[in-house]
Each structure stands twice: as C-alpha cells, then as structure tokens.
C-alpha cells in the first residue's frame, strides 16, 4: 500500500504568518489532493494536482492558499497571512487510478495547524 | 445546501449487532469511496465502488447508482470499529464529503 507522510505533525504560528506543510508520497504519485477539517466539523476538499497542475479547486481555497511541486517528489501546501480560522487539521492524499480496478485515496496522517 | 446526507449521524450500537450507514447523493458521479476516520484522527479508504457490492472482510458496501444511495454494512460489529465512517462521492474532478457517522461499538 502507497505511503503518504506529512510533515510537520503539528504546526503552531502566530496570525498573520506564512506556514508550508508537506506531502511526501513515497512513489511517485501524479494526483494529490488537499483537505482540511476543522474540529469537530467535517473533512472539506480544499484542492486536488494533477500533473503538476491545479485540476480543482473549491471555495475555500482562495488567494491565501497555493499548492506546489517544488521538487518533482515533495507536495506543498502555503498558507499566506495565516487566520485564526485556519486551524484545522490538513490532510493530504493521492489518488491512484488502477484502470478496470478503479480507484482509490490513500491519506497521510495529516498535520494538525494551530494558529495563535 | 449538501450535496451528500448520511443517516445516522451517530450510532450506537452493541459488540456484535449487524450495522448499517446509508448515505445519499445529489451529485452526478464515476464513484463512490468509503472512509474510516480513527478516533485519533487518521483517515483509511475502505471501498470505493462505481456499481454493485463489495465485501472486505466484515465490511460490505453497495451502491445503487441510478438512486444514488450507497450503503455500508458491518456484520459482527466489535469495539475497534468505532469510528467516524464517511462517504465520499467522486464526481470525476471532485469529491464532495459526507457529515460523516460516528458509531460506537459497546463490548
């Protein structure tokens, strides 16, 4: 089964700052998607990559949000001028097509983001 | 509005009793994938279906994709499934969240 780390585990920052958290899929994966879910609320799409290329995005991903590929492995998400109701857990997947077997997610364990 | 409707939103039930989560979809969608997420947080895919029924160990799902209802079944429940159980429509460029089922299993 495919391997998805995220770092940090847990990230704490002040409003206002930047934060980067990190996707890295052990192999080489070409869809990824971004979640998040703020506590106690449920699991939202944020953005899904495909090929190097936003395919997706939904409401909640605005100018304060980018993803990125900076290295071909690693997947990124920046939060610019964080708010404090950007706390929430953040979750990345990739998603693996397997032709007539059809599809499946695999999650990381997701980085918990604290903004003070 | 919601695009996805799960029922329960939560459940309890007891060690060994035969489960049932259902969700229902507005959405036009290629598939359907079931989720687990732990009490600690960590998120497993357990299905993903596009038609009929499929059935990993304890667990069975089955998607009427003309109703657009899915439903997922636990027989013999036990302690260690509970958890928040999510349905998660594909549309083909998106998915689209259920609330989500949380099920506590009492020994």
């Known amino acids: 089964e495919p391997e998805v780390t995220q770092t940090p585990s847990h990230q704490v920052t002040q409003m206002g700052q930047e934060v980067i958290l990190r996707c890295v899929p052990i192999?080489?994966?070409?869809?990824f998607y971004w979640y998040r879910q703020i506590l106690g609320q449920k699991v939202e799409f944020l953005v899904s990559?495909?090929?190097?290329?936003?395919?997706?995005k939904s409401e909640i991903f605005d100018d304060q949000f980018s993803v990125e590929r900076p290295d071909g492995s690693n997947f990124t998400l920046k939060i610019r001028s964080t708010k404090l109701e950007d706390s929430a857990m953040y979750f990345c997947?990739?998603?693996?097509?397997?032709?007539?077997?059809?599809?499946?997610?695999?999650f990381g364990p997701g980085t918990r983001l604290t903004v003070l | 509005k919601n695009e996805v409707e799960q029922s329960p939103q939560n459940l309890t039930a007891q060690e060994g009793e035969f489960i049932t989560i259902n969700c229902s979809y507005s959405?036009?969608?290629?598939?359907l994938h079931w989720l687990q997420q732990h009490p600690g947080g960590g998120i497993v895919s357990l299905f993903m279906?596009?038609?009929g029924k499929k059935k990993h160990g304890r667990l069975i799902a089955t998607i009427n994709i003309q109703e657009k209802h899915s439903s997922l079944h636990i027989t013999a429940s036990h302690p260690r499934d509970s958890a928040v159980y999510i349905c998660l429509p594909f549309t083909g460029n998106q998915f689209y969240f259920g609330t989500g089922t949380s099920l506590t299993v009492i020994p």
């Open positions: 192999s080489n994966h070409l869809y």
């Open positions: 279906l596009s038609s």
């Open positions: 997947a990739i998603f693996i097509q397997y032709g007539r077997r059809g599809n499946e997610q695999f």
């Open positions: 959405v036009g969608i290629s598939a």
């Open positions: 990559f495909y090929n190097n290329e936003i395919s997706e």
